[in-house]
């Protein structure tokens, strides 16, 4: 497609659910972040694909977390018992090379 | 590893008046630098982006940056602010090798217009 495409655009689960949210990068983008943004806060690194290397997974809160990014393109990332402070919008952005990250409209999670 | 300082977290100034947000960054060589803008209940757009040559860079929507080396900074500067200005600012850094870059982005500012 022509963007980072994420899906769904909203997700509200029940506490203790476990969730994936999907990221189709821009093609050929050799590189996929994840990132989470709380009610009015800043980004939050949560994870790195940079081609067929190890993710970067340093930024991932706790080991309910996890992240697959299968055959190079599309990405999910799981979280699993989801908790209330869970709740934020998760974005994805793709980059290739040396060129600007471009980023999704996001993934609203609720969870109650 | 690189890293990126947005010293401030909120930043309130009149329509009319001229804008400044300030961003530091942390590596070892010349990064890649970047500033997005994020408006209520939108993406992040480029508003931005420095390679190399020419240390100061326009933008999209009057927004200009400048990168000095000495200062390790890349603050971004609008000369006179618009209510549609309103949002929240991220600056980012991309480091690393060719096909290995990563972009580092700070915690970012939000901007207030006062009418």
């Known amino acids: 497609g022509a963007g980072v495409s994420q899906s769904p655009s909203n997700k509200v689960t029940e506490k203790g659910k476990d969730v994936e949210l999907r990221c189709d990068p821009i093609?050929?983008?050799?590189?996929l972040y994840w990132y989470r943004q709380s009610l009015g806060q800043g980004l939050e690194f949560l994870i790195y694909?940079?081609?067929?290397?190890?993710?970067?997974k340093s930024g991932l809160p706790s080991d309910r977390f996890s992240a697959e990014r299968t055959g190079g393109s599309v990405s999910t990332l799981t979280i699993q018992r989801t908790q209330q402070e869970d709740s934020a919008v998760y974005l994805c952005?793709?980059?290739?090379?040396?060129?600007?990250?471009?980023f999704g409209q996001g993934t609203r999670l609720t969870v109650v | 590893a690189q890293s990126v300082t947005q010293p401030d977290i909120h930043i309130t100034v009149s329509e009319g008046a001229s804008l400044e947000l300030r961003c530091n960054y942390s590596?070892?060589?010349?990064?890649?630098l970047f500033w997005y803008v994020q408006s209520p209940g939108q993406g992040l757009q480029l508003l931005l982006k420095?390679?190399?040559?020419?240390?100061l860079v326009q933008g999209i929507k009057g927004f200009e940056a400048e990168f000095k080396r000495s200062q390790s900074s890349f603050n971004l500067r609008k000369p006179s602010v618009h209510w549609s200005d309103a949002a929240e600012y991220f600056c980012?850094?991309?480091?690393?090798?060719?096909?290995?870059?990563?972009?580092?982005f700070g915690t970012g500012t939000r901007l207030k217009v006062l009418a």
């Open positions: 420095y390679f190399s040559g020419d240390t």
């Open positions: 694909f940079q081609g067929n290397s190890a993710p970067d």
């Open positions: 980012a850094v991309g480091a690393g090798t060719s096909g290995t870059y990563k972009y580092i």
């Open positions: 952005a793709s980059q290739w090379d040396n060129t600007e990250a471009f």
């Open positions: 590596y070892g060589a010349t990064p890649y």
């Open positions: 093609s050929g983008h050799t590189a």
